[in-house]
Each structure stands twice: as structure tokens, then as C-alpha cells.
């Protein structure tokens, strides 16, 4: 996984706005006092961003940085912020950190709430809030926390990466060599079987007019009909050559802004056509762009 830089909230910033083009600004380690590889951004309240930065969480109110570390040292795959709580995916460790009356975030770590132990080297590199819980994903298993009640539940998933993608009828991630799976409060289905979609990654999963869209994380698009039929449709980024997809973010027109490996980001309107590349030549400090660096 190559690091990704601070510049990415600027450009998301820019995306969701409507903007044609995004003024890019690279912080560098110097100014925060911090390693750099960062492995997740997140907004949380008040305006405060927070940043998985290897090690350490890096909080930044605008003018001040302050650093945070987890209680037995590990590295910080992920983050999420539910209005109230940040939530964090480690290695071998996952929880939250919430601040006190004097403003300073104190960690809580849920690895307690467990039946069973952690796995052997588990991490957590995906966390997504739905509804009244707080999913946390590793390439083993999904765990599902609710906040009300203090419990865990576990949907047994071994994926090649860790993506959860939520539709109306429930949650769907794809399962190694299984194919794509949908959950919800009936339980847990095979939806769409591996033959279908090969042994290509489900980088995006989307609804639009009753059918289902998938693009894989070699830039293919195929749209399932409700009958289950499987419809291949024309790879957008066909022109840049071979492509290789990490991951997606789903912007609120519509569109969907794309993480690869190589070449940068790439960015669909809502009809799935090919809008703009930003890349190094734009002013991106690295050519790789993957997990939640989206």
C-alpha cells in the first residue's frame, strides 16, 4: 500500500463542490510532526480533521496539531467518524476515541466485547457506520458493534480487500473465491457468484433505475438486471491502457471518484462516462491512491 498526503481532502473538497479544477497543496511531515504514511482522513466535529498517521492519530483544528497513539503501539489502518465517536481499525487492536470535558480524546478499546480472541495478525482496514452500528472489517471478518447494547456480532468474510458497500435492500461485500454477498436483518446471501464476475476485485457497487452496477478494479463495468442477468459494459478508461482500481468514493452528484494504482484518480460522472484524470502531472505527490485515502 503507497502512502497518500494530505492533498486528497483538498481535492474531495473540490469534487463534492462542483469545482472544475482542484487547487492542490502538499503538507509535509514537518509541519505536523508526523511519520509519512497516512492511512486514513476523516472529518469529525467542530471542523477538526483527523488522520490515521501510522502509529499515532493526528487531530488538526485548523491551526494546531496534536497526536494521539493507541495503547499498544500499532499502526492505524482506518477511521470513522459517527458524530460523536472516532472509531479506529488497527493492527491486532480496534476502538474509539472520544474527548473529555477538557477537550482531549481518550481511547476505548472494544477488543474486550470479544467471545473469542483476535486472529492471528488481524487488521482492521475498513470501518463504516450503518444505521445503529458500527462495522468493522479486517480480511477475515466483518465485525458488527452496536454502540447501544455493547455487543459484537461476527459475519465470517474472507476478502482479498477489505469493501463494504451499502444499498437499500442492505450491506454487500465480496467474498474470496464466493463471489458477492448482501446481508441484512434476514442474514447473509450469495448474491452474485464468482464465475460471474471472474476473479476481478468489486471496487464500486451501486443502484440506479432497479439495476445494479459494478465496476472492478480492472475499470470492466457490468450491470445486473433483477432477474440476475449480468450485462458487461464499456470499460470508461479503455484509452489510458491497463488500469488498476483500488478503491472508490461516490460523490453527491452522482459521479464516482476512483483510487488506482498508477494512474492516479479518475473521476466518472453519473452516466458512468470518463470525466478528468488528476494525476502527478495535476500536482499529486504520488501516482497511487488507495483505501480511504478517498
Not at 498526503?5 to 509541519?31: D, K, N
Not at 475498513?126 to 471478518?141: A, G, T
Not at 457490468?222 to 442477468?229: E, I, Q, R
Request: glycine share 10%; net charge negative.
Amino acid at each position: 500500500m503507497k502512502r497518500f498526503y494530505l492533498v486528497l481532502f483538498l481535492l474531495l473538497c473540490c469534487f463534492t463542490q462542483g469545482q472544475e479544477s482542484a487547487p492542490i497543496q502538499a503538507i509535509s511531515p514537518l509541519t505536523y510532526d508526523g511519520e509519512n504514511q497516512n492511512w486514513a482522513i476523516e472529518e469529525g466535529d467542530n471542523g477538526y480533521m483527523y488522520l490515521a498517521n501510522n502509529h499515532s492519530i493526528l487531530s488538526f483544528d485548523g491551526e494546531r496539531w496534536s497526536k494521539y497513539g493507541t495503547p499498544n503501539g500499532s499502526v492505524i489502518r482506518s477511521l470513522t467518524f459517527d458524530g460523536k465517536r472516532l472509531y479506529a481499525g488497527c493492527y491486532m487492536e480496534f476502538g474509539y476515541w472520544e474527548r473529555n470535558e477538557q477537550g482531549a480524546l481518550i481511547y476505548t478499546s472494544l477488543t474486550k466485547l470479544l467471545e473469542d480472541s483476535l486472529l492471528e495478525d488481524e487488521e482492521f482496514w475498513n470501518i463504516q457506520v450503518v444505521d445503529d452500528l458500527v462495522l468493522f472489517q479486517s480480511f477475515s471478518r466483518i465485525l458488527l458493534f452496536n454502540p447501544d447494547k455493547e455487543s459484537i456480532e461476527e459475519i465470517p468474510a474472507e476478502v482479498n480487500r477489505a469493501a463494504i458497500f451499502e444499498l437499500a435492500d442492505g450491506l454487500y461485500y465480496q467474498v474470496k473465491n464466493k463471489g458477492l454477498y448482501v446481508w441484512n436483518k434476514s442474514g447473509s446471501k450469495l448474491l452474485i457468484p464468482e464465475n460471474v464476475i471472474g476473479d476481478q476485485a468489486v471496487v464500486s457497487f451501486t443502484e440506479k433505475d432497479g439495476s445494479k452496477q459494478a465496476i472492478l478494479d480492472n475499470g470492466e463495468r457490468v450491470v445486473f438486471g433483477a432477474d440476475g442477468t449480468a450485462k458487461g459494459l464499456e470499460n470508461p478508461f479503455s484509452f489510458l491502457g491497463p488500469v488498476s482500481i483500488y478503491c472508490s468514493y461516490r460523490l453527491k452528484d452522482g459521479g464516482i471518484l476512483l483510487g488506482t494504482i498508477a494512474n492516479g484518480l479518475l473521476q466518472l460522472n453519473s452516466q458512468g462516462h470518463f470525466v478528468k484524470q488528476i494525476s502527478i502531472k495535476q500536482g499529486l505527490q504520488d501516482k497511487d491512491y488507495g483505501k480511504k485515502s478517498l
